[in-house]
């Protein structure tokens, strides 16, 4: 099946600009999704279909996806932005959607 | 404003079920997928399939079928999950995730239940 592989952590200081990846074979090719999950509570959507943003999902987030890697761009982090990431895809040759495995993002 | 909300934590001993529910609100509940994902201690997201709310047909991920089963009660908006023969290894966090599409092919989880606990032991 499908695998998306994400880093494990990525660390920022506040105010700095924050990418955390997600890699898959020809992910250009799909459309992506990005949650993030703060501890002790249930992921939040805060991109969809590449680079989309849901309604009170600060403008700081972006995304964008080309070739093999999706990207998740934070910018001017806050200390409020720290969780854990995840990416999405929906596997066609599977007909399911595929989690990446998370990527912890830790504020300085 | 849409709501899923969940049952509480469940503690359960080796070969018991459990039921979990999700109950909707803030939108027809039979124009939305609901998807079930599971997140096991320290781990990251798994998606164990989906249930079309208007039709009641599910579909099960790979290694969620025979002991799993997701239904509905439409009358009061209500999504369950229903585990049998638990095993240590099914202690998890269950959550319901809503599609943002009746079919759940390629969309996002817009909404998604706040989880359910379950921890399986002796």
């Known amino acids: 099946s499908y695998v998306l592989t994400q880093p494990p952590s990525v660390s920022v200081a506040p105010g700095k600009t924050a990418r955390i990846t997600c890699g898959g074979n020809n992910i250009g090719s799909k459309s992506v999704h990005w949650y993030q999950q703060k501890p002790g509570q249930a992921p939040v959507l805060v991109i969809y279909?590449?680079?989309d943003r849901p309604s009170g999902i600060p403008e700081r987030f972006s995304g964008s996806n080309s070739g093999n890697t999706a990207t998740l761009t934070i910018s001017g982090v806050e200390a409020g932005d720290e969780a854990d990431y995840f990416c999405?895809?929906?596997?066609?040759?599977?007909?399911?959607?595929?989690f990446g495995g998370g990527t912890k993002l830790t504020v300085l | 404003q849409v709501q899923l909300v969940q049952s509480g934590s469940e503690l359960k001993k080796p070969g018991a079920s459990v039921k979990v529910s999700c109950k909707a609100s803030g939108y027809t509940f039979t124009s939305y997928a609901m998807n079930w994902v599971r997140q096991a201690p320290g781990q990251g997201l798994e998606w164990m399939g989906w249930i079309n709310t208007n039709t009641g047909n599910p579909t099960y991920a790979q290694g969620f079928t025979g002991r799993f089963v997701f239904s509905l009660d439409t009358s009061v908006s209500t999504a369950y999950l229903q585990i049998s023969s638990l095993e240590a290894e099914d202690t998890a966090v269950y959550y319901c995730a809503r599609g943002t599409a009746l079919i759940a092919s390629g969309v996002p989880f817009d909404y998604w239940g706040q989880g359910a606990l379950v921890t399986v032991s002796s």
């Open positions: 279909y590449d680079s």
């Open positions: 999405q895809v929906w596997d066609s040759s599977s007909d399911h959607p595929v």
